[in-house]
Structure formats: structure tokens, C-alpha cells
């Protein structure tokens, strides 16, 4: 018999009709595995080149968007996003001597590695949670700081038909916990009555949606945050939307 562990820190308000489910992806429904780090190194190792982890960690931070929330960016979303963080990655191909020529295949190695479902594996109770959430009649959206073709890797796990819509920072030019990208996440979810945010980030999912006026669960750790469950598996947090939320 499963048990799901969950703790509570502050109660929802049971059966609200129309309960719109935002959804984070790395580290919550997929396993977080610095797919970004493991890319970028793997396509220099291609040309024979180790580079210093401390190096690709600098370039990465420096480049993805969601290491600087508090700069919005948009001008540079959709397909201009991945110039914008190829632009990074040119300093770190220079500093390590590679010829500029060799740097389109370097990036184009990057990116298909990134779009691969293959690179991503699902939490086990993932499908399954959604499943159920969407026959107790839960929308759900998911709701991401990442690349803008993760709806397609999300689909491309099973998610496809799972959930009504994908709010992605980089379509938008704004990162989670900036107020306009839950914002956009509202507007997406019209009509709902109650909006929940479930994510593994205390700041960028809990501290960001609640600050939104949602309520927050956090997943697959433990920390001091203002969530108001803090669940181990997603199969509790079926149980807390079961019995608090249900529409």
C-alpha cells in the first residue's frame, strides 16, 4: 500500500472550483541532472578539449537567464534566446583556443543534445500524478524557467494531453519568481478560482508564486520556505489537491 509522505505547514482552502496546477519541470517532474553542464561538456570533449568544470559552471551562469531573474531580456526570446546564450558560450570557446569556425557545430551539438527526450528522465510518479489530477478535472500547466522548445521534450516524456498550456520563461523574457511571468501563468489560466504552484525551487516556484497570490507545494526536498505543503513524491501531492482543492 502506498503512503505519501507530505508535511503541512499552512491549510488550503478545500474544494475550490476551478483549480487551475502550475507545474515546474526540472527537479519536479523531471530529474534535475545539470543537463546544461553535462551538454556543453560532452560537446567540448568532441573536440578533445576537458574543460575545468569551474569554467563551464562560470559560463553557464553567466548565460542562462535564469541565473539573473532580476534582468528581463525581452528582446531575446524564442529563437533570438538561443543566440543569446550562444553569444556566452563564444567567450568560453575563445578562452579555450577553439577556432571560430568549429563553434556552429559546438552549438548545434549543444542544442540537440538539450531538445533530446532520451536526455531527460521522468520522476516514476510523474504520469501517473497527472493523470489522475486531470480525470479529478485539475487543469494543468506547466510552468518553467527553461528553453522554449520544452513543451516539445515534455510531450515528446508523455505529457503531451496532460496539460492545457506551457508558460516558458524564454518565450516570454522573464524568469521565475518575477511577477510577470506568474502573471502570464494567470492570464493563461482564466476563469480559475484558486491557482496552485508545485515546484522544487523555494524561491523561484514557492517564494515566486506565492508573492503571486497562489498557493505553493514543494516537492522533493526540505526547506524553510513560505510553501504551504512540502511533499517527498508527487503521489502526495495528488493527495493534498484531492483533499483541499478537488474541483
Same mark, same amino acid.
Given at each position: ?12 482552502s478545500a474544494h475550490v472550483p476551478n483549480t487551475a /496546477? ?6 519536479? /517532474? ?8 553535462? @551538454? /556543453?561538456?560532452?560537446?567540448?570533449? *568532441? ?9 563551464? !559552471? ?11 531573474? *532580476?534582468?528581463? +531580456? ?9 543566440? $543569446? %546564450? ?9 578562452? %579555450?583556443? =577553439?577556432?571560430?569556425?568549429? !563553434?556552429?557545430? =559546438? ?19 510523474? =504520469?501517473?500524478? /497527472?493523470?489522475?489530477?486531470? @480525470? %479529478?478535472?485539475?487543469?494543468? +500547466? ?14 515528446? =516524456? ?5 496539460? &492545457?498550456? @506551457? ?7 522573464? &524568469? ?44 522533493? $526536498?526540505?526547506?524553510?520556505?513560505? @510553501?504551504? +505543503? ?15 482543492? $478537488?474541483?
Amino acid at each position: 500500500v502506498r503512503r505519501a509522505r507530505f508535511y503541512i505547514l499552512n491549510r488550503g482552502s478545500a474544494h475550490v472550483p476551478n483549480t487551475a /496546477l502550475f507545474w515546474d519541470f526540472d527537479g519536479t /517532474l523531471i530529474h534535475g541532472e545539470d543537463t546544461f553542464f553535462n @551538454a /556543453l561538456s560532452r560537446a567540448l570533449q *568532441e573536440y578533445g578539449i576537458c574543460a575545468p568544470e569551474a569554467m563551464v !559552471w562560470e559560463t553557464l551562469r553567466h548565460s542562462c537567464t535564469w541565473y539573473a531573474p *532580476e534582468k528581463s +531580456y525581452t528582446q531575446a526570446t524564442g529563437a533570438k534566446w538561443w543566440g $543569446r %546564450l550562444f553569444a556566452g558560450f563564444a567567450d568560453l570557446y575563445g578562452r %579555450l583556443g =577553439l577556432p571560430e569556425e568549429t !563553434w556552429g557545430a =559546438l552549438n548545434a551539438q549543444f542544442k540537440a543534445e538539450i531538445l533530446d527526450t532520451g536526455t531527460y528522465t521522468l520522476y516514476e510518479d510523474a =504520469l501517473p500524478v /497527472l493523470r489522475r489530477c486531470k @480525470a %479529478l478535472g485539475f487543469k494543468s +500547466y506547466l510552468l518553467t524557467n527553461n528553453f522554449p522548445e520544452v513543451a516539445a521534450v515534455a510531450d515528446g =516524456l508523455g505529457l503531451r494531453g496532460l496539460y &492545457e498550456n @506551457a508558460i516558458i520563461s524564454s518565450n516570454l523574457g522573464y &524568469e521565475k519568481p518575477r511577477p510577470e511571468i506568474f502573471a502570464a501563468a494567470r492570464s493563461a489560466a482564466q476563469g480559475a478560482q484558486q491557482c496552485v504552484m508545485i515546484g522544487d525551487n523555494p524561491v523561484a516556484d514557492i517564494g515566486g508564486g506565492k508573492a503571486a497570490g497562489m498557493a505553493a507545494i514543494l516537492v522533493h $526536498r526540505q526547506a524553510e520556505c513560505a @510553501a504551504d +505543503y512540502i511533499c517527498d513524491e508527487l503521489y502526495a501531492v495528488q493527495d493534498i489537491l484531492q483533499a483541499q482543492w $478537488r474541483p
